[in-house]
Nanobody, 120 residues
């Protein structure tokens, strides 16, 4: 069983919306800060949004006010609501679960990635 399974990517016109979901297995979710990364063609993977176990969130500046990350602890699921999408949001979006020892990352889990394409 894959540790993280994403869904919800697709093709949308600029200005549209998509919601990504990521379901984690076992105890991974409860012990992890969760995040969404994206990788555009010929670019490095970047952190888009993250939510800590306690619920604190942070976003890359380019998505602030448009994207919302949330977690449903009962369903072991993290969501990324993406509104007002722009062509530059295009890329493969990866779910990440990061486990820490105090503040030191000790283990990362990754999903398989889901493609988001925004047309102009």
């Amino acid at each position: 069983q894959e540790p993280l399974v994403e869904s919800g990517g697709g093709y949308v016109q600029a200005g549209g919306s998509l919601r990504l979901s990521c379901v984690a297995s076992g105890t991974i979710f409860s012990l992890s800060d969760m995040g969404w990364y994206r990788q555009a063609p010929a670019k490095q993977r970047e952190l888009v949004a993250a939510i800590a176990r306690g619920g604190d969130t942070n976003y890359v500046d380019s998505v602030k006010g448009r994207f919302t990350i949330s977690r449903d602890n009962a369903r072991n699921t993290v969501y990324l609501q993406m509104n007002s999408l722009k062509p530059e949001d295009t890329g493969v979006y990866y779910c990440n679960a990061r486990q820490k020892y105090f503040t030191t990352p000790v283990r990362d889990y990754w999903g398989q990635g889901t493609q988001v394409t925004v047309s102009s």
